[in-house]
């Protein structure tokens, strides 16, 4: 606690309210973590000689460390991911043990004075520490990241660990310019950023190259365990507790019945007995002259009876006891029913309770082979996006101009150097906008990230442009400041069926869909250009695109760059509702799950366009870097999803 405080208050003597030194000393302090970025030191023109004789803080890690003056002192390379560029550290071994700064990985929080190192020297500026703040050591033994130089499929077996090299960090500050560059390209022309859903109902390219969601296979997981512990009920096993609900039934029914015969045995001696009384009485009466002709007509006691009021209560008496009787048989009835009602009803909620175990029948698939999606989590089949455009139109057809930017997925079992299982698209739609305005918009936005990332990202790209790909930065310049080709598809097909230099593996003729080679050989070897391609067959697109008057051809286009062929991929959108339900029945794909994409059409039609642009294409043009698996921080490809 005391190193704590001590450390503390050293760090917090560095600042000014919160907020770093004293702006005039030219050191920018980051304003969350009390320390000063080694880009902004290393970053500026001068190359940090301007903030000789100041004290920083600095924080990071050490990617190379020698001890010299025979253990005196040591050098260290410490790079903190800000920039490419590592700043060098001169540590005595009066401040700390220098075996424990020296290893590669070495993680350090140093604090010192840049100075001006020895002539000759390569640094302009350099880190003398006076303090060492805070150290997390690194085993280099153990370190797989200790060696100096390794192959990028190599460096994939320690996804968790690759960033910290110079190539997989540099890729990683060019990924966040060119998403930077993104938001600012579109929210400069008034586009509003939408975040379209994850989790589809929809096959948005109709290919069926989708990954499921489902929580069915946990269900029948669990069914499956607790079917071990608990067996489920047989068809016997119900038979005979539907048995049991008949003979309880019979029970009652034969119980009920008892009791109103029962019922009624006891009534007719009831009214017998009160007959018999009423007559005796009026026998007695007449034996004492004392009932009149009138009541003898009448059949009725005269109010002036002499019958004493002991013979009176001894009837009631006998009447009573008698009803008592009665009374006690039907509640005894009463009771046995009650009973045999609990037995029923506890052999009807045996049988519900075998019957929805019945139900829970092991694996996931009824007797026909089908799938039950309504016991599913959301009722229906659900899947993981491949695009975001579908929901993208929905606002598109409210607000006019949207993005949307996020991941996508396809379950295509491609292990091609292409190819990813989870990638992120740029999906713009524009209302109001045909096939030329989409066309348009990708070719400003594509020169727009090129012009970014030659301004704001130029040490990564040399870097990059050494180490992988020479023409990394000429390319960029070309597609920045270069105008498009535009051909229809027709014609690149024309210009590729001439082609006498050479034999492509994917034979030329109208009508296929173009393969990278063709694409390649198109922006490469024929224009030395980004070229677009436009209306192509409709039978190998999607059924959203609009159906050109020709009948055989859609209003779709593709941008094609060199190295790494189609970037972005886009169309004018069926806009007509009778067009759109007939595509879709062209294609046999279930109406239901596109009945609202249709209302769209239904409801206020819009002309409409838009386009989706492969993120990480888009970064192996950019780069250089030859697989798309190191170009996203955490590649999905089949049998690998780390993390």
């Not at 153990?142 to 690759?162: G, I, N, Q, V, W």
């Not at 918009?441 to 020479?470: G, H, N, Q, R």
């Not at 959108?573 to 609202?596: G, I, N, T």
Request: aromatic share 8%.
């Amino acid at each position: 606690m005391e190193g704590e405080s001590k450390l503390s208050s050293e760090l917090q003597s560095l600042t000014v309210s919160g907020n770093g030194p004293a702006e005039t000393s030219g050191v920018q302090w980051a304003k969350f973590s009390k320390r000063v970025l080694i880009s902004t030191i290393l970053g500026r023109p001068d190359g940090g000689l301007g903030l000789v004789g100041e004290r920083v803080v600095v924080g990071g890690w050490v990617k190379t460390g020698r001890e010299q003056g025979k253990g005196s002192f040591a050098f260290l390379e410490v790079n903190d991911g800000s920039c490419t560029k590592n700043l060098q550290v001169l540590v005595n071994a009066t401040i700390a043990p220098l075996n424990q700064l020296t290893p590669t990985g070495t993680c350090v929080l140093i604090e010192g004075e840049l100075k001006q190192p020895p002539q000759g020297v390569k640094q302009k500026v350099e880190l003398c520490v006076e303090k060492l703040l805070e150290v997390g050591l690194c085993d280099a033994s153990r370190y797989p990241m200790a060696k100096a130089r390794f192959s990028l499929d190599h460096l994939r077996t320690y996804m968790h660990l690759r960033v910290r090299t110079n190539t997989i960090s540099a890729v990683a500050r060019i990924r966040n310019a060119v998403a930077y560059a993104t938001h600012s390209f579109f929210q400069q022309h008034g586009f509003l950023y939408v975040h379209t859903p994850i989790i589809t109902t929809s096959d948005c390219e109709g290919a069926g190259e989708m990954f499921q969601v489902t929580t069915l296979l946990n269900e029948a997981e669990k069914r499956d365990k607790e079917a071990k512990i608990n067996p489920l009920p047989t068809e016997t096993e119900i038979a005979e507790a539907k048995e049991t609900i008949a003979l309880k039934k019979n029970v009652v029914k034969k119980l009920k019945e008892e009791k109103e015969a029962a019922i009624g045995v006891a009534l007719q001696e009831v009214n017998k007995d009160t007959s018999d009384c009423n007559g005796s009485r009026e026998k007695k009466l007449e034996g004492t002259g004392l009932l009149s002709e009138a009541d003898k007509r009448e059949g009725k006691a005269s109010a002036n009876s002499s019958l004493t009021e002991a013979e009176d209560a001894a009837r009631n008496e006998t009447i009573s006891v008698e009803g008592d009787s009665v009374k006690m048989s039907k509640e005894e009835k009463q009771a046995a029913i009650y009973a045999a009602l609990q037995e029923l009803n506890r052999a009807k909620e045996n049988l519900a309770k075998l019957e929805e175990r019945a139900k829970l029948k092991p694996g996931i698939r009824q007797k026909d082979g089908s799938v039950d999606y309504s016991a599913d989590f959301f009722g229906r089949q659900a899947f993981l996006t491949v695009s975001g455009q579908l929901q993208a139109e929905t606002y598109a057809c409210a607000l006019s101009s949207v993005y949307t930017f996020g991941p996508t997925f396809r379950a295509e079992n491609s292990h091609t150097h292409r190819h990813l299982a989870e990638f992120w698209m740029v999906e713009p739609e524009i209302a109001f906008a045909d096939l030329e305005d989409a066309m348009n918009c990708a070719e400003s936005y594509v020169k727009f990230i090129c012009t970014w990332l030659l301004d704001s990202c130029l040490d990564e790209m040399e870097f990059l442009a050494k180490m992988y790909d020479k023409s990394a930065i000429a390319r960029l310049q070309l597609v920045a400041t270069s105008p498009f080709v535009r051909i229809s598809y027709t014609e690149a097909i024309q210009v590729l069926q001439q082609v006498n230099d050479r034999k492509f593996e994917n034979e030329v003729e109208w009508g296929i869909d173009l393969a990278s080679e063709h694409e390649r050989y198109l922006t490469e070897e024929v224009y030395n250009k980004p070229v677009i391609v436009y209306n192509y067959p409709k039978d190998i697109k999607a059924f959203y695109m609009r159906a050109n008057d020709d009948g055989m051809t859609v209003a779709a286009m593709d941008v094609l760059v060199p190295k790494v062929g189609e970037l972005v991929g886009g169309s004018q959108r069926e806009e007509r509702y009778e067009v759109l339900e007939r595509r879709l029945m062209e294609m046999k794909l279930p109406r239901e799950p596109y009945e609202w994409y249709l209302d769209l059409r239904k409801f206020g039609t819009v002309k409409h366009a838009g386009f989706g642009l492969g993120f990480e294409r888009m970064l192996l043009f950019a780069t250089g870097i030859e697989n798309i698996r190191d170009v996203i921080p955490f590649p999905r490809y089949p049998g690998k999803a780390e993390l």
